[in-house]
């Protein structure tokens, strides 16, 4: 069995910064894809950034510039670094990983960090 145990969440007020983290466990031969993210509610779940096996990034439009990942592939650990955080950005954040689990490639999800920023 995969596990995605997410950490980082919380209260922040408008400007402010977060760390977010999600480490993998369990039955893992490969990830090829680790990120991050989010769904507000009413709305449909979007990328917030993603991080391939060779380090390549993406990120999500509306948080370009504002937010970094990175991974550590010894832990099996993807970071997420938010900054400027701005009240539209409140959601919960759900880990993501691309990965074999010795059967084959599958998507793996966390249970999700809610995120919320407020004055």
């Known amino acids: 069995q995969v596990q995605l145990v997410e950490s980082g969440g919380g209260l922040v007020q408008p400007g402010g910064s977060l760390r977010l983290s999600c480490a993998a466990s369990?039955?893992?031969?490969?990830?090829?894809?680790m990120g991050w993210y989010r769904q507000a509610p009413g709305k449909q779940r979007e990328l917030v950034a993603s991080?391939?096996?060779?380090?390549?990034?993406t990120y999500g439009d509306s948080v370009k510039g504002r937010v970094a990942i990175s991974r550590d592939e010894a832990t099996n650990t993807v970071y997420l670094q938010l900054n400027a955080l701005k009240p539209e950005d409140t959601a919960v954040y759900f880990c993501?990983?691309?990965?074999?689990?010795?059967?084959?490639?599958?998507?793996?999800w966390g249970q999700g960090t809610q995120v919320t920023v407020s004055s």
């Open positions: 993501h990983a691309d990965l074999h689990d010795w059967t084959y490639y599958k998507d793996y």
């Open positions: 369990g039955s893992i031969f490969h990830i090829r894809v």
């Open positions: 991080i391939n096996s060779g380090r390549s990034t």
